[in-house]
């Protein structure tokens, strides 16, 4: 069922239709001519339909739909800002058109490697459909939590909290496509509700509390590993770079086991945590 337009007209112009009437009647009621009672009659319906006409008034707010609906049947959305004026046996049911938005609940799943996560999203929407919104679905503001929170636990399951592989996605490190991901994920389930997504984004995500510590010392360690692994490349090169110059100038001729011990003493200074105490050797490596 697609929203169409309900019939309406402006409130204001419509009054003074109302007010004619009423006057109308009232002079056909109190003409007191004998002669023509079928007047008389008519002065009567005029005044007795005036409360009926006045039923079919109604305020439509900015960024707000109001259902029509005739003994059941969807006869259309008027979203025309202002008094208007309809037909008064209809029923009227108020929509917004606002953009809403909500924060879902921790929810505690697995992600793709089955390591348990908290995760929490913030999901900004609106209606743009209201017929949908009404008559497809059974209460859209509860559908649209449930499936948000069914459609992040579905996204969740689809990617690794952290990112083992260079380029593939993961829970921490790729913000803009994961948030892209959930909030096609939601989209698609909200697309028969006459739900539009605007925009979704996680706003919690934490390991669960039984792993976290192990999780933590995990990640400190690969931490410390990719730390000292640059510290090594850098002392490496700074060793081999000392020798060529070294080498090149002819400020000092080192045999093989002359350098091994030079290489030695640089690494030691270089990688190294605490600063190093030098010895001085007076002696010769050879003694």
Not at 60 to 87: C, D, H, I, M, S
Not at 107 to 117: M, T
């Amino acid at each position: 069922m697609n929203e169409r337009n309900g019939f309406s007209v402006a409130g204001i112009p419509f009054i003074g239709v109302c007010i004619v009437l009423a006057g109308i009647g009232v002079a056909l009621i109190f003409s007191g001519d004998p002669a023509q009672p079928g007047l008389h009659v008519l002065g009567i319906a005029l005044f007795v339909l005036e409360p009926l006409l006045i039923k079919g008034f109604f305020q439509v707010a900015p960024n707000e739909g109001q259902v029509l609906q005739l003994f059941g049947k969807y006869t259309g959305t008027v979203r025309e800002p202002g008094l208007r004026w309809t037909n008064p046996l209809y029923s009227r049911e108020p929509i917004s058109l606002r953009v809403r938005n909500f924060e879902s609940n921790k929810l505690k799943v697995n992600d793709s490697d089955g390591n348990p996560i908290e995760i929490a999203a913030v999901v900004v929407w609106q209606v743009v459909d209201t017929a949908e919104a009404v008559f497809c679905v059974d209460d859209y503001e509860n559908y649209v939590n449930i499936q948000s929170e069914s459609a992040l636990r579905q996204m969740a399951q689809s990617y690794p909290y952290d990112a083992h592989d260079d380029g593939k996605p993961s829970l921490r490190s790729h913000g803009d496509v994961i948030n892209t991901h959930l909030r096609d994920e939601i989209q698609t389930r909200l697309g028969k509700a006459g739900v539009q997504v605007v925009e979704a984004r996680i706003s919690h995500l934490a390991y669960a509390q039984e792993i976290a510590q192990a999780m933590l010392q995990r990640q400190q360690a690969g931490a410390i590993i990719a730390a000292r692994t640059k510290i090594v490349e850098g002392a490496v090169s700074m060793v081999e770079m000392a020798l060529d110059q070294l080498s090149q100038r002819g400020v000092v001729q080192l045999d093989e086991e002359r350098k091994a011990a030079m290489v030695s003493n640089l690494l030691v200074v270089l990688c190294g945590e605490r600063g190093s105490q030098p010895v001085l050797n007076t002696g010769t490596l050879y003694n």
